[in-house]
């Protein structure tokens, strides 16, 4: 969501005149693949509340781990020292860091804090098997310097309590006795838990209380079709602003009364697209910006002061995108990212006041921006007229005619694409292939409607659109009809499978990685704490019983003797998505047709690979699997 917004390029005839751009740039030298998959040196970095010290994530000994910087210093110290795996997300509270880690990618993640020295590391929520997450971190808020708010499923599976967690301590103290079953909370501008809602599997009933001595009381009931989405409450915690798409299309921001259970009015809505979110200064207690994705990231601000800071930043890096990505508590000195889609991101330390910058880190100096390619936005027509949008991105110093192309669908299947430094399709294009991303009916962002004409359709119209781009692409001549390759991971693992399987004269080869072959086995290996929401699935994807015949129809492994294509799958052993045998069945089933598949499983992966090795493992397998199969064609 963090773009340069530029003018739309939607029809070919703007695409076209791209093309022609990139056709008088000079052709990039083949790069090795390490480059674009390489751990930055630096990333994600934070500033500390007082605005002394900055952190980041960089590799010791194969692994990201964190590390410290006083802002005016110029070397940093390790203050964790994990060599099993990476760690992810953390962030500043107080004078500690907090972060999350699971144990090779089950995703039952444990928190952890530790000092801004590296000493008195705390394992906070040591549960085996157990899954906790931050539900508030409680900043800007007086007396809460050492506690957030963590919800941790340890009771049952399926259900997640609420606990007000010491960082310092680890001492937990249940906030809410749970026995309701809500299956997700909402606080407020105090930190207390005023929203609570629960699903019967296709309904989501919103409860409410006044205060944290109330008992919660029904607010509202909706279809999951409808979107309420309480993203914060107002100055005084009486109203909610909340991105919701009852009585329309599109999910517009409105001002909802939680004691009159009404909508006040509609503060900001977009005529295409859904809004995705907003943000909102806690310790103004003001609402910032609403923001949402379009070809490319926008935002529209309410508040005056942040929107200045945003038109400066703008300024001072034309031509690229720039956020705030934290501040610190006095709002005197930011951490800025800049990025575009051929800049991964740099970092720089920014003074609101003087508006003066210094970069702290470029997280990847062996990526240069001139060898990069570009990511247009594209559109076509689906067959049964939907306008599907998507982005096309072609190697340089070539001619967009009768290239190889490798199709990436994406995952979800209930997300979608965006615009922005994408290093797959960077690595793709620099092997000569042109990448096709679409947004295919169920990605989100583009209303309802769009959304809904995706429920029972895998296999069948999801699918029609990714052929309808693959098609799309050889009528105007930019696709070798006989070098189409398809790629994806989670659900585009699926619309691979359902690609070679279901179109099969349409793919020289297919890449699988962390993919679904089988809708009933898919259904019944859910997480734990998905199960509440079983029947949405159901409705969307099919039911096993009452659906059987239509699951069977589009899982792609009761059809293995369609398939034809070259195909290469990976997996992680403890993906608790998409359980690996997921992949083993259709491993076997083509095995025994004698069709050539290679297979590459990752003991210590889940979904998808995170730790370096592994992939430079599968992206390195990707590349010799698709020279061989599309480069060798003529």
């Known amino acids: 969501m963090k773009c340069i917004l530029l ?80 760690i992810g997300g953390y962030f500043w509270k107080g004078d500690r860091i907090v972060y999350a880690q699971d144990i090779g990618g089950d995703e039952n993640f444990q ?15 040591p549960f085996a098997g157990v899954r906790s997450d931050i539900l508030d971190a409680l900043n800007d808020i007086s007396g809460k310097e050492k506690e957030m708010i963590v919800q941790i499923n340890k009771r049952v599976k399926e259900y997640f309590d609420p606990y007000l967690l010491n960082i310092e301590t680890g001492e937990l103290t249940l906030l809410y006795d749970n026995k309701e079953n809500y299956d997700s909370w909402m606080t407020d501008n105090n930190g207390v838990i005023r929203l609570a809602s629960k699903t019967d599997g296709v309904n989501i009933t919103w409860n409410y209380r006044n ?54 009015k509609e503060l900001f809505a977009d005529k295409d697209y859904d809004i995705a979110g907003i943000n909102y200064d806690r310790k103004k207690q003001a609402l910032t910006s609403v923001y949402w994705e379009a070809e490319k990231s926008e935002q529209h601000f309410f508040d005056k002061e942040w929107g200045d800071i945003q038109k400066a930043l703008d300024k001072k890096f034309d031509g690229y995108y720039t956020f705030v990505a934290n501040h610190d508590d006095a709002r005197t000195k930011a951490i ?13 330390l920014y003074d609101f006041k003087t508006k003066e910058s210094k970069q702290i880190a470029n997280p990847y100096p062996w990526i240069n921006e001139n060898q990069m390619c570009r990511m247009t936005p594209v559109s076509y027509k689906s067959r049964d007229g939907l306008e599907i949008h998507g982005y096309l991105t072609l ?19 209930w997300a979608r694409d965006g615009w922005g430094y994408n290093n797959e399709v960077q690595f793709l294009a620099n092997r000569g292939y042109a990448v096709l991303q679409m947004n295919f009916r169920g990605s989100t962002g583009y209303g309802r409607k769009f959304w809904e004409s995706s429920f029972k359709q895998w296999g069948k119209t999801m699918q029609d659109d990714i052929t309808d ?11 070798d009809k006989d070098r189409v390759a398809i790629y994806g991971g989670s659900y585009g693992g699926y619309a691979t499978l359902a690609g070679i399987t279901f179109t099969p004269d349409l793919y020289a080869a297919a890449v699988d990685y962390v993919g679904v072959s089988n809708l009933f086995t898919l259904l019944k290996t859910i997480p734990p704490y998905w199960k509440p929401y079983l029947d949405q699935f159901h409705e969307m994807m099919g039911d096993p019983q009452k659906d059987s015949l239509l699951l069977a ?28 045998a997921e992949s083993d069945q259709m491993v076997e089933a083509l095995k025994k047709r004698g069709i050539e598949v290679e297979y590459m499983v990752k003991n210590d992966e889940g979904h998808g690979f995170h730790n370096q090795d592994n992939q430079y ?18």
């Open 553 to 580: 129809e589009v899982s792609p492994v009761f059809h293995a003797d369609k398939i034809k294509t070259p195909l290469f799958i990976a997996q992680g052993a403890n993906d608790p998505r998409v359980n690996k």
């Open 617 to 634: 493992d599968f992206y390195g397998a990707m590349e010799k699997f698709l020279d061989k199969h599309l480069k060798a064609k003529k």
């Open 111 to 125: 928190l952890f804090s530790v000092k801004a020295d590296g000493t008195d590391l705390k394992a906070l929520t």
């Open 211 to 264: 205060s944290e001595k109330d008992s919660f009381t029904p607010l509202m009931t909706t279809s999951f079709k409808e979107t309420f989405a309480p993203s914060s409450f107002n100055k005084d915690n009486t109203l909610i602003y909340a991105i919701s798409n009852i009585g329309r299309d599109k999910s517009a921001l409105i001002e909802y009364d939680p004691t009159a259970k009404k909508e006040i």
């Open 469 to 479: 781009g693959v098609e799309w692409l050889i009528k105007e001549g930019i696709a």
């Open 336 to 348: 800025v990212g800049v990025n575009s889609d051929r800049l991964p991101i740099e970092y720089y």
């Open 7 to 86: 003018c739309a390029c939607v029809a070919f005839t703007a695409l076209f005149s791209s093309c022609k751009k990139v056709e008088r740039e000079v052709p990039a030298p083949l790069l090795p693949m390490e480059t674009f998959f390489k751990n930055g040196e630096k990333s994600s970095f934070r500033i500390s509340p007082d605005g002394r010290y900055f952190s980041y994530r960089a590799d010791y000994k194969g692994k990201m781990n964190i590390f410290v910087q006083k802002v005016e210093d110029t070397s940093a110290m390790r203050v964790t020292h994990d060599t099993l795996r990476s």
């Open 395 to 413: 190697p340089l110093g070539v001619e967009a005619k009768n290239l190889p192309v490798v199709i990436n669908p994406h995952g979800g299947p």
